[in-house]
Each structure stands twice: as structure tokens, then as C-alpha cells.
């Protein structure tokens, strides 16, 4: 999704870059920009200082977010612990709109992981025909 978004950026003459980085003090540190972070449960001891004061920080939540289930808590949980640090909210999914409520934040913008011309493969037809639809990509680093 990163990819994507950096690519629609340049179609609007916005110049943007992909970090992959585990420490964002470290990467908030090189300029007072935009910072979009994805999967921000990774960086749960983010705090604000006066190395990143100017920039902005947008978190883009792209998982479901449930309190029916250990993991679904667990990850609100999370969120509360950080939620502060961010200016803005990009969510993915309108359902977890009620729990950023529960946790007094709302949500700037829902931008759904959809379509998208580099997100479309071709020529797939008949390679497998057990599935009819078929879903790939990694949301951890296991």
C-alpha cells in the first residue's frame, strides 16, 4: 500500500519516499515532513519530542480492530497506549470507527485497501480452478 500511495503522490507532484524501518525517532529525525506509518502497532514506544515537534504523523490503521476476540483486544490496547502521538487517523475499514470512539479519537479519512491498477493481475484464469478468488500479500513479518 505504501508503494501505491507513493506513486499516486507523484501523479499530484508530491514528492514521497518508502522507509522500511523499525524505529521512527530514528526516521522522524531526518526531516520535519509527513510521516504516513503503517502497521503503527509496531512502534508502540513512539513518543513525540522535540526532534519531530513539526512533523506531522499520520497513522494508517489497515487491520480489524475486535473486542471479541484476545487479539482484537490486544491490539486496541495498543492503540491506547500511542493513539496520542499521531495527528491524524487513516483507517481502512469503516467498522472500527466505534472503538477509536471508545478510545476518544476520530477518524480523518477511511481509505479501503482496494482496487487498484498495480494490485490487478492478469492472466490467472485457469491456473487453479479450486478458488475463484484468490488473496495474497503480508501484513507481518512472519
Known amino acids: 500500500m505504501a508503494l501505491i500511495l507513493n506513486k499516486e503522490f507523484k501523479k499530484l507532484g508530491l514528492n514521497s519516499r ?14 520535519k515532513d ?6 503503527p502497532h509496531k512502534f508502540v514506544d ?7 515537534r513539526n512533523a506531522k504523523f499520520i497513522l494508517y490503521q489497515q487491520e480489524q480492530l475486535s473486542e471479541a476476540n484476545a487479539f482484537g483486544v490486544d491490539r486496541i490496547n495498543q492503540l491506547r497506549s500511542f493513539i496520542d502521538q499521531y495527528d491524524h487517523i487513516v483507517e481502512a475499514s ?8 471508545k478510545l476518544m479519537r476520530s477518524v480523518d479519512f477511511i481509505l479501503p485497501t482496494a482496487y487498484h491498477d ?7 484464469r485457469g491456473r487453479n480452478p479450486k478458488y475463484d478468488c484468490l488473496f495474497f500479500g503480508r501484513y507481518s513479518d512472519k
Not at 513512539?46 to 519531530?52: A, G, I, K, Q, V
Open 94 to 101: 469503516q467498522m472500527n470507527v466505534p472503538v477509536y470512539k
Open 118 to 124: 498495480d494490485l490487478e493481475f492478469r492472466n490467472m
Open 34 to 39: 509527513v510521516y504516513f506509518v503503517f502497521t
Open 18 to 31: 518508502v522507509i522500511v524501518c523499525d524505529d521512527l525517532e530514528r526516521v522522524s529525525r531526518w526531516s
Open 46 to 52: 513512539f513518543r513525540r519530542s522535540s526532534d519531530n
